[in-house]
């Protein structure tokens, strides 16, 4: 590296460390000739071929100022918008190609947008895909909502399982027959309870003590055995 100050064609690195979470190097360099100090920023190339065919470096700064513009007015903070710029360049880098066309950044954008937020989502895809009317916008809701759809979220008004109301207590009266008193029906044995119940108020029938009736002897005659 060339010294900037002398232009002594060899420098010594004195320090090196990662930057950008480990996408550039920088480094601190000394000149063996006038001993003064600078610093370089080394990273791999990047560049991005746009539809006009012009050729620029690739520049996370710019997705994070196309992504802002989405999200204005929305309740997305910078850092989420950086994280989104960081997890497009690790997707475009990703490629292994030195260059990239500017619909591959626009792809590898639209996809963690949607997730982050679907108003910005809608507002960056009505500048990438060049909508030109409402039903374009109408398309594009009705594509995310196949998708939410098709990712199993359930219908409003159902439980975790996706039955209906009712369902769940339905089933387990079914299973436990005498939960069924709690709706209002009641079982043989319930129901001979409730008339047993009434004798001690008066009213109704007369009510059935045991199945066996002990009937008191006959005058003049022993009793049973075992009774007494």
Do not use: N
């Amino acid at each position: 590296m060339r010294c900037p100050f002398c232009r002594y064609p060899d420098s010594r690195v004195i320090d090196s460390r990662e930057v950008d979470d480990g996408q550039a190097i920088r480094r601190r360099r000394s000149c063996p000739e006038c001993s003064r100090r600078f610093t370089t920023l080394e990273g791999s190339l990047l560049s991005v071929v746009k539809r006009s065919g012009v050729t620029e470096p690739f520049s996370r700064s710019k997705v994070i100022a196309g992504v802002t513009r989405a999200c204005q007015g929305r309740p997305v903070d910078a850092d989420a918008v950086a994280q989104l710029a960081q997890l497009v360049e690790e997707t475009v880098r990703g490629s292994g190609q030195a260059e990239v066309q500017s619909q591959d950044v626009g792809l590898a954008i639209l996809g963690p947008l949607r997730d982050l937020d679907e108003v910005a989502y809608l507002r960056f895809a009505s500048v990438y895909r060049s909508f030109s009317s409402a039903e374009d916008f109408a398309a594009e809701i009705r594509d995310m909502r196949a998708r939410t759809v098709g990712h199993g979220a359930g219908a409003p008004g159902t439980g975790a399982a996706g039955s209906a109301p009712g369902t769940a207590a339905r089933d387990q009266a079914a299973a436990d027959p005498g939960s069924s008193a709690d709706s209002g029906s009641q079982t043989p044995d319930s129901r001979a309870g409730s008339v047993r119940s009434s004798a001690g108020r008066g009213s109704g029938p007369t009510p059935i003590v045991d199945r066996l009736t002990i009937h008191p002897p006959a005058p003049g005659r022993p009793p049973p055995a075992g009774v007494g």
